[in-house]
């Protein structure tokens, strides 16, 4: 794609946003009108602005009407909130980020999108300045290890419950020649918890799957709205066998052909779409993997959870008021 379609597609993504913007809430030169308080800091509406632009030039479908509109919108204005305790936890706790490490990640950006020209382009398209840009990656950096530190550190997956695991999972169907199969799949969860009953989960996750009939991206839904641990990679969970997956999913991932999307599904977690992207065969010899996918699957639903649990605490003791608009 030339970079001039590219700029043109984008500022049609951007005048589609802005007039759902003004369908929705005040009008968009009002960027800078507080939507957020987080303790001390606050989220303005360019804030909510530029994010949901990223988000489009990403691949996003932009909303049909201003109910989708206001959904996709209150899920990056939550992002962005949980991202605020997420950085003031990690200055809380005293972690910092030297100038050459964000300086590398800098460099390692215009390597990527040389030449200087087309590193410029990519600041214009996510509207920032290189020093916006710094800080947005020494911002990441901080996430990442306040997440490493009070999340993936606290989580550990003992033999015993990787033995327990493997016994209870389900016995596959052998098939002649004794394979197994794997499916390519992709997974998009609605939670249920005291901020969101079930009802209103469930019409969620009614309207998303009627959007994924309309023809919109499963993965660029997931990516806004699953509170699964896989939301950032739109929500592909690589090669999974489906007997290792929850019960409730195991039946949708066992029999939809490619290219298929489940009806939604009701879990103990939430609420559920699953997508299949391919299938295959493995022999016995792959046999040794199996440990290593139930592993994975054990970590992550840990850290899902551990995570959840986590930004749960950060929202208690922190103040936050979300304006009404």
Known sequence: MSALTKNVQW???SMLLCAVCCVLCAPCEAGNRIVAVVNEEIITEWDVHVRMSALLEDGEVPPADPEQASAFRQAVLDRLVEERLIIQEAKRLGLTV??????????ALRREFAPKERFEQMLREAQLTEEQLKTKLRE???MQRAIDGQVRATITVSPAELQQARASAPPAEASPS???EEV???HLLIRVSEERPVEEARQLIDQLAQRLLAGEAFESLARVYSEG?????????GWVKPEEMLPELAAALSTLPPGQISKPIQSALGFHLVKVLDRRQTSPEDSPDDQEAVHRRLYQQKFSGAMRAW???L???????????
């Open 98 to 107: 030297e100038p050459e490490e964000v300086a590398e990640r800098v460099q």
């Open 229 to 237: 641990p896989h939301a950032e990679e739109g929500g592909r969970l």
């Open 140 to 142: 990441q950096l901080l």
């Open 311 to 313: 930004l749960h605490t």
């Open 178 to 180: 004794h394979d197994k």
């Open 315 to 325: 929202k208690r003791g922190a103040y936050i008021q979300v304006m009404d608009e």
């Open 11 to 13: 500022i049609a993504s």
């Open 184 to 186: 390519l799949a992709a």
